[in-house]
C-alpha cells in the first residue's frame, strides 16, 4: 500500500508520515525547494520525497503519473489565516489550484486512489448562538479568505465526486496542535514566548491578541489517526467534522500552558494580533465521524499543551 502525502514537510503532514510508517505503509511525500525539512529530517531513510509544486499541474501531472498512490493525504496548504488577508489571491490560488490539479491528474490517469482533503472548521465562521455543537449540516459564513478557499476545496471534493466518482473523503477538521505546530499559531506562539522568557531570552512579557475567542482543539496525532480511518471506513462524498467536543477560550489556553510554567509573566494586547473578522466560537459535534469510523480523541488538551511546551524547550 502506497499513500502519497502532499506538505509532508508541514506540522501535519510529519505526523502524518509518523502514523504511516507505523502502519507499515510506503510513504511518498511532495515538498517544494524551500520546503523546511527539519519536522521530517528523523523520518528521511524511510519516507521517499518528491518535488511537486502543486500550483502547476504538469508538476502534479507527473508526479501522480509516476507514483499511483492507493492513497493520497492532501494536507499541503496556505493555513495560516491572518496570511490570506494579507495575499487574498495567493492562498485562494495555492488551496485550491494546487487541489483542481491534484484531481484533474488522478482522473487523467483513471485512478481509484482514496483522497482526503483537509477541510477547516473555518468554514463555518460565524456561528450564531443556538447553533452549536456545530454539525456538518450548520450554514458556512466564513469571514477569512483562507475560510472561502476551504470552503472551494471542500465543495471541489464533492463536485469531483458527484462529476467523476472520484473518492474523496472530506475531514473538515477544528483547531489542531502539539509538537512542532507552527510558531505564527496561538497555542506555540504562547509556548513558544513562554519558553523564551523561561530561557532568559525575553523580558518576561507576553504578546496576545484576542483572549476572547472560543476554539475547539485536538491533538495533531489525533487528528492523523483520524485522517486514517477517513480513507479507511469514510464514506466517498461525505465531509465529517473532527473535533474534540469541548472548547476553550484563548484566554483559558493561555492560563493553562502558564499553569505549566514557573516564570512570572505580564500578557498584553497587541493590536497587531487583531483580525479585521474573528471566528467567535468553534465547537464541534464529531458524532457523524464517530458513527462512520470508531474515532474519539485520545489524548487530553492538558497533555497537548505540555507536549508543546516541551518540545519548545528543547529546540
Ligand atoms: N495566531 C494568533 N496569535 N492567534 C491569536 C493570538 C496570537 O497572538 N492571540 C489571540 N489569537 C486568537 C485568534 O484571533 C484566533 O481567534 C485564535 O487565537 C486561534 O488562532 P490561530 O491559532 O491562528 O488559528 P485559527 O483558529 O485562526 O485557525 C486554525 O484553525 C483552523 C481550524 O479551525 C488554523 O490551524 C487553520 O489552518 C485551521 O483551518
Not at 109 to 114: C, D, E, I, Q, Y
Not at 162 to 172: A, E, F, N, P, Q
Amino acid at each position: 500500500m502506497k499513500a502519497l502525502v502532499t506538505g509532508i514537510s508541514g506540522f501535519v503532514g510529519s505526523h502524518m508520515a509518523e502514523f504511516l510508517l507505523l502502519k507499515g505503509v510506503e510513504v511518498v511525500g511532495t515538498i517544494r525547494n524551500r520546503s523546511r525539512m527539519d519536522h521530517i529530517s528523523h523520518l528521511q531513510q524511510d519516507i521517499r520525497l518528491v518535488e511537486c509544486e502543486l500550483r502547476d499541474p504538469f508538476s502534479v501531472e507527473a508526479l501522480i503519473g509516476a507514483e499511483k498512490p492507493d492513497l493520497i493525504f492532501h494536507l499541503a496548504a496556505q493555513s495560516f489565516v491572518p496570511t490570506s488577508w494579507n495575499s487574498p489571491i495567493d492562498t485562494i490560488h495555492n488551496n485550491v489550484a494546487g487541489q483542481v490539479n491534484l484531481f484533474e491528474a488522478i482522473r487523467r490517469f483513471g485512478l481509484h486512489s482514496k483522497i482526503q482533503i483537509a477541510c477547516s472548521s473555518e468554514e463555518y465562521g460565524q456561528v450564531n448562538p443556538g447553533e452549536t455543537p456545530i454539525k456538518e449540516t450548520n450554514p458556512l459564513r466564513p469571514l477569512s479568505p483562507y475560510a472561502i478557499s476551504k470552503v472551494a476545496q471542500d465543495y471541489l471534493g464533492y463536485q469531483y465526486h458527484k462529476s467523476y466518482g472520484l473518492h474523496v473523503i472530506r475531514t473538515i477538521t477544528f483547531n489542531h496542535t502539539g509538537p512542532r505546530r507552527g510558531e505564527n499559531f496561538v497555542t506555540s506562539n504562547f509556548a513558544k514566548q513562554i519558553v523564551d522568557i523561561e530561557k532568559g531570552k525575553k523580558p518576561p512579557v507576553i504578546y496576545v491578541g484576542n483572549l476572547e475567542a472560543k476554539r475547539d482543539f485536538t491533538d495533531v496525532r489525533d487528528v492523523v489517526r483520524g485522517y486514517w480511518l477517513a480513507l479507511e471506513k469514510g464514506v466517498p462524498g461525505e465531509a465529517y467534522n473532527i473535533a474534540s467536543g469541548t472548547c476553550y477560550t484563548i484566554a483559558e489556553m493561555l492560563a493553562i500552558l502558564l499553569s505549566h510554567s514557573n516564570v512570572d509573566i505580564e500578557v498584553k494586547t497587541d493590536a497587531s494580533r487583531l483580525r479585521p473578522s474573528d471566528v467567535e466560537i468553534l465547537l464541534g459535534d464529531y458524532r457523524k465521524f464517530h458513527e462512520a469510523t470508531g474515532w474519539n480523541p485520545e489524548i487530553p488538551f492538558e497533555r497537548t499543551m505540555e507536549d508543546l511546551l516541551q518540545y519548545w524547550r528543547s529546540q
